[in-house]
């Protein structure tokens, strides 16, 4: 209970940040060795992993958001001196984690899919996006970046109810209008 507030900032900094590093480099490590081993089987293997790895990103960003949370009430509650409300929490945050995880209802499945597919239909121009991006921020112009940044989340924001519910000749495109507002 007194760890961070015993230990002097930078060596408790280290000590907190050192792990979580390394841990970050482990994980990493999974799609190297993945990817080291598929690559054999052949190159449409290959290709297949190659797709399915900014999802496995996603699902890891969700994770790490519930996560974060579950990180943030354990600390409240321990900070007040109340463990038992820490313990709670961390019972609940499990429990909300691994059953945000899981579904067995087709329709779920089949909008994720579908979802899925349009983005990946679009994964060559998001890959283009991000490279112009990280071009513009290696030359010093982080405004240009910000603007186009900007630009496509007001776009995102516009164009997404008249995809997804239809307005005037637009008919309504669900979450396929959803994936083509955010890849438009």
């Known amino acids: 209970d007194t760890f961070m507030k015993t230990r002097p900032v930078l060596p ?23 990817s080291l081993f598929v690559a054999r089987i052949s190159e449409q ?12 990103n996603l699902v890891n ?24 409300k820490a313990d709670i929490s961390a019972t609940h945050g499990m429990a909300l984690s691994i059953l945000h995880g899981f579904t067995s209802e087709e ?13 990946f239909l679009f994964s060559i121009v998001n890959m283009a996006d991000l490279a112009f991006e990280k071009m513009f921020q290696a030359v010093g112009r982080m405004n240009t970046t910000m603007i186009a940044l900007i630009a496509g989340c007001v776009c995102n924001i516009a164009l997404d109810p008249v995809l997804i519910f ?19």
């Open 12 to 34: 408790l900094l280290v000590s907190m940040a050192l792990p979580n590093v390394i841990s970050m480099l482990v994980n990493s490590l999974y799609n190297i060795v993945d």
């Open 107 to 119: 329709s779920l499945v089949s909008m994720g899919v579908l979802y899925a597919t349009i983005v």
């Open 61 to 84: 960003a969700i994770s790490i958001g519930f996560g974060i949370g579950i990180n943030a009430q354990i600390a409240l509650h321990l900070g007040a001196g109340d463990r038992e």
């Open 166 to 184: 239809g307005l005037g000749p637009v008919p309504a495109m669900g979450i396929a209008g959803a994936a083509l507002a955010t890849n438009l």
């Open 45 to 56: 293997a290959m290709t297949a992993l190659s797709l399915v790895f900014p999802v496995q």
